[in-house]
């Protein structure tokens, strides 16, 4: 049985890392959040500690250490965005494997800072990169690894996720610390193509504002025209008043279905990180270099690799 630490307890992601560490057959012992919603660890680890200052919650994990019975062993970090990288780099200096939601930093700069990290702690670093583990991911990627090695695959890739004035108030909807649509809702599509499609070769960014983003990626192996979207008037007509989100992933005239079976993704992430077979930081770097260049790529209007719903916002 591993030892674990939680920070970030009271954010959405967080009960399915409680659960996870709970269904692997380990002990939550600690969790922090600044927020003291946590309700939810009563129905799965109630004995746990609980911390709502930082100061403290690194205090409690130092006495821990004292024990070998007691020491954590991984910290999993769900904080905001931009905590990210100060959260495991403070887990792995408590001589913690550190298990992080994505996107794990915005930038590779800090990719390669917390390599150095992890060079200095001996520690290391793995994010949770959950599509790599779902049937129909690893279908598609069988498929397109036998196609004639010269085929390259059309992917229409639209996902609109409506949401409610609170998500501008909240961190999300701060582009300093959720580092915008592309990046917070978009980051685990783009490891998905990759994963799938090979390496990069272009990224073209054809809009981006505070609630929506679209462009350009062609892989090894794909051409993608891509939609993002928390505004619920960019639903199409069929769906508004019914649906709050639409996802419509097309690969050369077939539906990509992936709705069921997410349920137990972040348990087999967990399962593969404790049998030493995670996702680390070098299988991170794709698809953060890729949202990096989205955020800072300029504007590029026209063309005919444009997506269909860009045009309806000029």
Same mark, same amino acid.
């Not at 927020?35 to 746990?48: C, E, F, H, K, L």
């Not at 419509?248 to 990509?256: F, R, T």
């Given at each position: 049985?591993?030892?674990?630490?939680?920070?970030?307890?009271?954010?959405?992601?967080?009960?399915?890392?409680?659960?996870?560490?709970?269904?692997?057959?380990?002990?939550? %012992?600690? %969790?922090?959040?600044?927020?003291?919603?946590?309700? #939810?660890?009563?129905?799965?680890? +109630?004995?746990? $500690?609980?911390?709502?200052?930082?100061?403290?919650?690194?205090?409690?994990?130092?006495?821990?250490?004292?024990?070998?019975?007691?020491?954590?062993?991984?910290?999993?970090?769900?904080?905001?965005?931009?905590?990210?990288?100060?959260?495991?780099?403070?887990?792995?200096?408590?001589?913690? *494997?550190?298990?992080?939601?994505?996107?794990?930093?915005?930038?590779?700069?800090?990719?390669?800072?917390?390599?150095?990290? $992890? &060079? =200095?702690?001996? !520690?290391?670093?793995?994010?949770?990169?959950?599509?790599?583990?779902?049937?129909?991911?690893?279908?598609?990627?069988?498929?397109?690894?036998?196609?004639?090695?010269?085929?390259?695959?059309?992917?229409?890739?639209?996902?609109?996720?409506?949401? &409610?004035?609170?998500?501008?108030?909240?961190?999300?909807?701060? +582009?300093?610390?959720?580092?915008? #649509?592309?990046?917070?809702? &978009?980051?685990?599509?783009?490891?998905?193509?990759?994963?799938?499609? &090979?390496?990069? !070769? !272009?990224? #073209? #960014?054809?809009?981006?504002? *505070?609630?929506?983003?679209?462009?350009?990626?062609?892989?090894?192996?794909?051409?993608?025209?891509?939609?993002?979207?928390?505004?619920?008037? *960019?639903?199409?007509?069929?769906?508004?008043?019914?649906?709050?989100?639409?996802?419509?992933? *097309?690969?050369?005239?077939?539906?990509?279905?992936?709705?069921?079976?997410?349920?137990?993704?972040?348990?087999?992430?967990?399962? $593969?990180?404790?049998?030493?077979?995670?996702?680390?930081?070098?299988?991170?770097?794709?698809?953060? =270099?890729?949202? =990096? =260049?989205?955020?800072?790529?300029?504007?590029?209007?026209?063309?005919?690799?444009?997506?269909?719903?860009?045009?309806?916002?000029?």
């Amino acid at each position: 049985m591993k030892n674990f630490a939680l920070i970030g307890a009271a954010g959405y992601i967080a009960p399915r890392h409680m659960r996870a560490i709970k269904d692997t057959g380990n002990r939550l %012992a600690v %969790a922090y959040d600044i927020n003291d919603s946590v309700g #939810v660890i009563d129905s799965i680890s +109630p004995q746990s $500690e609980f911390f709502t200052e930082f100061e403290r919650f690194q205090e409690h994990a130092h006495v821990l250490k004292r024990d070998p019975a007691t020491r954590l062993d991984y910290v999993g970090v769900c904080s905001p965005n931009y905590l990210h990288h100060a959260h495991i780099a403070a887990g792995l200096r408590l001589g913690c *494997d550190v298990i992080c939601e994505k996107p794990l930093v915005p930038t590779s700069t800090l990719l390669d800072e917390l390599a150095l990290v $992890e &060079g =200095e702690t001996g !520690q290391r670093v793995f994010n949770i990169l959950q599509l790599r583990h779902h049937a129909s991911i690893l279908k598609l990627r069988e498929k397109v690894a036998a196609a004639p090695a010269d085929k390259k695959f059309d992917v229409d890739l639209t996902y609109i996720t409506s949401r &409610g004035k609170w998500y501008m108030e909240s961190w999300k909807g701060d +582009p300093r610390k959720s580092y915008g #649509v592309a990046t917070n809702i &978009g980051v685990h599509f783009y490891d998905m193509l990759h994963f799938i499609f &090979g390496d990069l !070769q !272009q990224n #073209v #960014v054809h809009y981006a504002s *505070d609630s929506k983003a679209a462009g350009y990626l062609e892989y090894e192996r794909a051409r993608v025209i891509w939609f993002l979207s928390i505004d619920a008037d *960019d639903l199409p007509d069929d769906v508004k008043g019914k649906k709050p989100t639409y996802r419509n992933i *097309d690969i050369s005239g077939e539906q990509l279905e992936f709705s069921e079976g997410f349920t137990d993704l972040h348990t087999v992430s967990y399962e $593969e990180i404790l049998a030493g077979r995670g996702y680390g930081l070098s299988d991170a770097r794709h698809c953060i =270099e890729t949202v =990096e =260049e989205i955020r800072t790529a300029p504007i590029r209007q026209g063309g005919s690799a444009v997506h269909p719903f860009v045009a309806r916002l000029r």
